[in-house]
């Protein structure tokens, strides 16, 4: 059986896309680790990057190009200064030099060596190919697959056999949402701490915490940073930022000096229902026009969906509950993680195989899943809390314009949080006994209807806003 751990469903990483960004990026890293191991590396005279499918047709929106230049550079992009990449790729255009690995140089030519190919491997819609040329004429080349949320296999998951590089196994391993229920039951604790408890299977109590402060800071200043920037998206459609004015509006006259005094002052405002959702769709813009413009992010599970889960654990922190501290936010990222494992064990994640459904639909069940749990739901609850709001994304497109991550990710991030909130006080008001659509029934649901979506609706841009609107008309 699969076991995911939270800290690959909420994972650290630079934008815009975990699957055409992110996943390129440790592909290229992975394969320099594999030409090292087969001692290969040293011989490298030249290399080639070819992209397929949807990675070719919204590579260069989702600057797929950037994320490979920076990983065959060697650079890690959870810690890499992400002021510097302009810089680093200036650097290999004008010299048409590559330091690989910032090891060993060799040519390279930006526009030459990485080509776009709009043919689909068989395996995935993300296929990369990197061949290297080696000093003695022979080439080598190792094929992956970037599956969405920065996951990145050598050949697809077979659903009927799980095939794909696991974890040793958890003490409560987890398929189905009926077995997080029959866990819970059986060992009467919540979702959150039946996560925890396989979560230490892998690392100690204060490992733990560390990595969730981490991600929790990341997303902080992500929407502390989007508030507090304004200006236009790169990437040629002009898109202004509409995160700060919106702030500005919002937070009056108040002062602070860093994001935790922002938490704070925010608490500290009277904030009627208008501008409660005025709140949680500007701090959902501010992450994603961020992840738009190459910032820090965490995929939640993806990073065209980064802003629905922050958005909706801020909503709880500022006006649920003003008395929120870290164990609040510890479990919100623990049921939320554990969520978005299952649409990826038994569905998908990536909007190249499934549309928008694949990562605005599975954010929004994460966020309703988590606040359920905050608010005093039951296990019950909490799942039907998920099983709502992906319900209410089912069929959902993925049709960027430009290929950029901009219209309509950005906006579909603020309606992610609305729903996900909504559906949590549907799912408290419910009783699990008279609840029709199981979770795990949704969840195939959804899978099926990502088989049947026609492949031009799957972050293709060949479909939908993508062709109905030009990129002169913005």
Not at 7 to 18: Q, Y
Not at 93 to 102: D, I, Q
Not at 159 to 167: G, L, W
Not at 346 to 356: F, H, K, V, Y
Request: include cysteine.
């Amino acid at each position: 059986m699969e076991s995911i751990s939270v800290f690959d469903m909420l994972s650290i990483g630079v934008g815009p896309s975990s699957s055409h960004t992110l996943g390129p990026w440790r592909a290229a890293k992975q394969w320099i680790k594999y030409l090292q191991s087969r001692e290969l590396f040293t011989g490298v005279a030249s290399v080639n990057v070819e992209l397929f499918g949807s990675l070719a047709l919204t590579g260069k929106g989702h600057a797929t190009d950037i994320a490979l230049l920076m990983g065959l550079l060697g650079t890690d992009p959870v810690t890499f200064d992400i002021l510097d990449i302009q810089n680093q790729v200036n650097k290999v255009k004008n010299s048409k030099r590559l330091m690989l690995n910032f090891e060993k140089e060799i040519p390279f030519d930006f526009e030459k060596n990485i080509k776009f190919n709009r043919k689909f491997l068989e395996f995935h819609p993300n296929g990369i190919r990197f061949t290297a040329t080696l000093r003695n004429g022979k080439n080598k080349s190792q094929s992956y697959y970037s599956i969405g949320g920065g996951f990145v296999v050598q050949k697809e998951r077979n659903r009927q056999k799980i095939q794909v590089e696991k974890f040793q196994a958890f003490p409560f391993p987890i398929q189905k949402a009926t077995e997080i229920l029959d866990y819970c039951n059986t060992e009467n604790i919540s979702i959150s701490q039946l996560v925890y408890k396989n979560e230490l299977s892998l690392r100690d109590p204060v490992r733990i915490d560390d990595k969730l402060k981490s991600i929790w800071d990341v997303m902080l200043d992500s929407m502390y940073v989007g508030c507090h920037t304004e200006g236009t998206l790169p990437g040629g459609l002009n898109v202004k930022r509409r995160a700060f004015d919106k702030h500005e509006k919002l937070k009056g006259q108040k002062s602070y000096t860093n994001a935790y005094e922002w938490i704070d002052s925010i608490r500290n405002t009277e904030v009627k229902f208008r501008e409660i959702l005025k709140w949680v769709s500007c701090f959902a813009l501010s992450v994603n026009e961020v992840n738009a413009s190459l910032g820090r992010v965490v995929t939640a599970p993806t990073n065209g969906s980064a802003g629905v889960i922050p958005s909706v654990l801020m909503y709880y922190l500022v006006i649920e509950n003003h008395d929120a501290n870290f164990e609040d936010i510890k479990k919100f990222l623990l049921v939320a993680g554990e969520i978005g494992s299952l649409f990826k064990k038994n569905a998908t994640i990536s909007a190249a195989m499934g549309g928008c459904q694949a990562e605005i639909g599975v954010s929004s069940a994460m966020a309703a899943a988590a606040l359920t749990e905050l608010m005093g739901g039951t296990p019950e609850q909490v799942l039907i809390a998920a099983e709502i709001a992906m319900e209410h994304h089912l069929g959902l497109t993925c049709d960027p314009i430009g290929g950029l991550v901009q219209i309509p990710c950005i906006e579909r991030n603020a309606m992610g949080a609305i729903k996900a909130i909504s559906a949590s006080e549907l799912a408290l008001d419910s009783d699990p006994q008279h609840v029709k659509v199981p979770l795990d029934k949704v969840i195939l649901t959804m899978w099926e209807t990502a088989k049947d979506m026609n492949t031009k609706y799957k972050e293709t841009s060949e479909g939908g806003l993508a062709i109905g609107v030009n990129m002169s008309d913005c």
